[in-house]
């Protein structure tokens, strides 16, 4: 075979592998849009307010918390359990360098608890919260995974392209799946079945879409075997040995703190838009749903033209200009009247345009700033930084409603985080840290 035939068939085996590569957001992206975002946070309350007491209480493990938090403090306890878990796992993948069996373990776990959640019905409010912490949990720490193949995948000047595809593929999903989901919901009666019943099956068809969908990045995806064979055990000695190796690498630490800062606002406006379009906007529950799936539609547009852009301008740039515009977009929120559905769609339109583009070309931007081999352990750091600061929006917003009683206030203070991560995004010379990361510098970036 000659050298021009050996380097076409290493270019479609990796054309291949990234369109394998994509259709994990797709077969992910299902259970944040449907279950998460949409349908289990309503039902799961409505379970747990069933099985309270007189008091409006439910008493887990003997603890009285509110049955309206019951399903906020699920989230969280997935959180704290993705954090304890992802170092573990990423220090195997890079370790072993066998991240298929890691991410089917992860996937299956996720997508079996999700499934299940066909069974919560009644008052097993602990069946659903024990199923949300693992489905949650697992997804979270799949992505680790999943994210550290695409510095393999993609050449470094591929990986906007790559990435902001991925994003598409999984607001795509999302979007398909919420239709087919929504139809059901709103025309149950039609299909001999209650609203319970329905909610039921469209939980459950999450979790059976993201474990059949798993089969395609299983297939096509390659391990990159590694000489090194340490057991999982040593995952958080790897991740002090990661936070070490970032100190040397005060650059790409750098990076991860805007991201850190600015994803934390992307985030939080994400989980509350929908408490501010209901309690402050007076808008009802099928047009909060519809501008879901509005979001849904057009992030898949906003994550491939901010691709094109990043192409044309560089990432950074691209991201930058992202950040003004979620800042435009929370100030025209504050302005918004109640009761005018209209203009909350517009709303949403300017948040699906730049939500699915901003977190592509971050993921993107990072993958240049991570040392070769340690593909996996610095994407498990990235995803905990996430993880881990989730909670700092929702306290800025509820401490900001408390003092001031207003939603509008709430939403604007969020502004703080796209500015601050402006800021130190700004000072971040990208070129000199892909460099110093041991990475080669592309052409635009």
């Known amino acids: 075979m000659s050298t021009t035939d050996t380097v076409r068939t290493a270019t479609t085996d990796l054309r291949r592998e990234q369109r394998g590569w994509y259709f994990y957001d797709w077969a992910c992206s299902v259970y944040s849009t449907s279950v998460l975002t949409v349908f289990l946070g309503p039902y799961l309350t409505a379970v ?26 699920c989230v969280s306890a997935s959180v704290i359990v993705s954090i304890v878990v992802m170092p573990l796992v990423g220090a195997a993948a890079d370790r072993t360098g066998r991240k298929k069996p890691l991410l089917a373990a992860c996937a299956y776990v996720g997508a079996t608890a999700t499934t299940g959640l066909f069974f919560l019905s009644g008052d097993r409010y602990l ?150 379009g209901s309690e402050e906007l007076g808008l009802s529950q099928s047009t909060l749903i519809t501008a879901v799936l509005m979001v849904q539609v057009l992030a898949v547009a906003g994550a491939l033209g901010m691709g094109r852009l990043a192409r044309a301008y560089g990432a950074k740039r691209t991201i930058l200009g992202s950040l003004v515009a979620w800042t435009v977009t929370l100030a025209a929120g504050y302005f918004l009247p109640a009761g005018a559905p209209v203009w909350f769609f517009v709303l949403a339109a300017g948040i699906g345009l730049v939500l699915g583009g901003s977190q592509a070309l971050s993921r993107s931007l990072f993958s240049h700033l991570v040392p070769p081999g340690k593909e996996a352990e610095y994407f498990s750091a990235y995803e905990m ?25 709430a939403i604007i203070s969020l502004v703080a985080f796209f500015v601050i991560g402006f800021a130190l995004l700004v000072r971040v010379p990208v070129r000199r840290a892909i460099h110093d990361a041991g990475n080669p510098v592309p052409e635009m970036i």
């Open 127 to 276: 069946l659903g919260g024990l199923l949300l912490i693992v489905a949650n949990s697992s997804v979270a720490v799949s992505m680790v995974v999943y994210n550290s193949y695409l510095p393999q995948i993609a050449p470094p000047e591929d990986r906007d392209r790559v990435s902001s595809r991925g994003w598409a593929f999984g607001y795509a999903a999302g979007s398909s799946m919420l239709i087919v989901n929504l139809v059901l919901f709103t025309a149950h009666d039609s299909f001999g079945v209650s609203e319970s019943v329905a909610v039921r099956i469209c939980l459950a068809s999450a979790g059976l879409w993201w474990g059949a969908f798993t089969l395609v990045p299983l297939k096509r995806l390659h391990d990159r075997r590694t000489a090194s064979a340490a057991p999982a055990v040593h995952g958080w000695r790897q991740l002090a040995s990661t936070v070490r190796d970032m100190r040397g690498k005060p650059l790409t630490l750098a990076f991860l703190l805007a991201y850190l800062i600015y994803n934390d606002g992307i985030q939080t406006v994400i989980s509350q838009a929908s408490v501010y």
């Open 385 to 409: 930084s996430d993880r881990g600061m989730s909670w700092l929006g929702p306290l800025l917003f509820g401490v900001t409603y408390q003092l001031t009683g207003s939603y509008r206030d």
């Open 48 to 73: 747990a307010k069933a099985a309270a007491d007189a008091d409006g209480f439910v008493h887990p493990l003997g603890i009285p918390v509110r049955a309206g938090s019951f399903f906020a403090y």
